[in-house]
């Protein structure tokens, strides 16, 4: 399996000095003998607030590293797809029928967490079917995998997308990525959507829960709010002071239930009054909230 999982780093080249500007990087999975990579499309897209033109490189498994293109990308599910024109037959990965997990069930994570390459965690399925709404996920329409693998030699049945804590972690179900390739290849796909700045997840309270036993550090008397997972580099968020593992429990001086009442407030005009949770400490944060229409 390992063979056909990759490296994949998407960098902008400084144009005084001529070295590569890191933006976010992240792992795939080759499907096709000609180059065809599925990965996650927070790995492949910038913020909207940055400036140049972003470039992908991907590392294969023996080293050799090539060009990359995006060919189709779904936000909201976050998923895309990436092309590189290798000089010879690739390995490839074949997806397997996430709807036939069950909990309970051993899985193994593959991939290049922090441009660590290699990386392998094991761990059980929890749930097959973790409605992304139930996560405060905006207009989801899929059911993600939970599994405790810290974040498959078999086919693939899902490919992280949320890592929430040590522990708990998310997986896009394989099903909802053979759909997706379905839909790209008869050009069916729409990727008009807004660019947002967070990736976050609602702190429901099993959830929770899980959390405290998982985490010694989260603070104890947190019991609802929306858990910043990811900040996009130079975002609005980013340069507002937002860092991953923030905890929001106030917006605008109202306590913050869903991701949903954030969204809907981005979509807005005017700075957000953010109240926030970092360890022990309350901060305040001022945010300009900036969204783009791809």
Do not use: W
């Amino acid at each position: 399996m390992a063979p056909a999982v990759v490296h994949i780093e998407l960098f902008l080249r400084h144009p005084l000095f001529g070295r590569h500007v890191p933006l976010s990087s992240g792992s795939g999975f080759i499907i096709s003998h000609s180059g065809l990579i599925v990965t996650n499309a927070h790995v492949v897209t910038a913020a909207a607030t940055v400036t140049g033109r972003p470039q992908l490189r991907v590392q294969l498994h023996d080293g050799g590293a090539y060009e990359a293109t995006v060919r189709d990308v779904d936000r909201k599910s976050d998923i895309a797809t990436i092309k590189v024109n290798p000089q010879k037959k690739l390995p490839v990965l074949s997806l397997g029928r996430s709807s036939d997990l069950r909990p309970g069930e051993f899985v193994v994570a593959i991939g290049s967490p922090f441009a660590l390459q290699n990386t392998v965690t094991t761990g059980i399925v929890s749930t097959a079917q973790r409605d992304g709404k139930e996560l405060g996920i905006r207009d989801s329409d899929i059911d993600y995998i939970q599994t405790d693998a810290i974040i498959n030699d078999g086919e693939v049945i899902g490919i992280n997308t949320l890592k929430v804590t040590a522990g708990i972690s998310f997986a896009i179900p394989s099903d909802r990525i053979r759909r997706f390739l379905t839909e790209s290849q008869h050009n069916k796909h729409s990727a008009g959507l807004p660019v947002f700045n967070l990736i976050n997840v609602y702190l429901y309270c099993s959830l929770v829960e899980e959390m405290k036993r998982q985490n010694p550090d989260f603070p104890d008397d947190v019991t609802s709010g929306v858990l910043v997972h990811q900040v996009i580099p130079e975002s609005p968020a980013h340069r507002g002071g937002i860092e991953a593992g923030d905890v929001i429990l106030k917006l605008n001086g109202r306590p913050l239930r869903t991701t949903d009442e954030l969204q809907g407030a981005l979509l807005g005009d005017g700075p957000l009054l953010l109240e926030v949770r970092r360890g022990d400490d309350e901060l305040l944060f001022h945010i300009e909230p900036h969204v783009v229409m791809q």
